[in-house]
């Protein structure tokens, strides 16, 4: 498995409007605009920072991944994305390491981007994501 770089940083908040004032207005992060990605109940906001990205994940249900993660630890750092060459190579490659995965195959995220999970009690209570772009 070849790791390029740290692809983003995946941020729950309450409110992305609200999350915006900070990172655009206070550190001058362009913001690059928002998707909503309806099968994970989230809309996600993203400001380059360099050849990585800070991701803003606010929840579109009382029942999503990050409601649940903002009702459980309040908001801030939700996951850690790392940009893989392939996947699916890195995720069968974990797998043979015995690393619990969330996501088995990738699914589509954000931008188009093929994603997946792993899951946080083999990474020392990090959640962490492999994101692959085209």
């Known amino acids: 498995m070849k790791v390029l770089k740290i692809d983003h940083l995946g941020i729950a908040v309450k409110s992305i409007d609200t ?5 655009a207005d206070t550190l001058g992060l362009d913001f690059e605009g928002s998707e909503t990605v309806a099968e994970q109940k989230v809309t996600t906001a993203f400001f380059p920072v360099g050849e990585s990205e800070v991701e ?17 630890k309040g908001e801030g750092i939700q996951h850690v994305a790392f940009r ?24 589509i995220g954000a931008g188009g981007a093929k994603i997946a999970f792993l899951h946080p009690k083999s ?5 962490v994501e ?3 772009r085209g």
Not at 86 to 105: S, V, W
Request: glycine share 10%; net charge negative.
């Open 130 to 132: 492999l994101c692959e």
């Open 19 to 23: 999350g915006k004032g900070f990172w």
């Open 56 to 72: 803003l994940l606010e929840s579109t249900a009382p029942d999503g991944p990050v409601a649940k993660y903002i009702e459980k």
């Open 123 to 127: 990474t020392n209570g990090v959640l």
């Open 84 to 107: 893989v060459e392939n996947i699916e190579a890195a995720l069968a490659e974990l797998k043979e390491k015995g690393i619990r995965l969330i996501d088995e195959t990738p699914r």
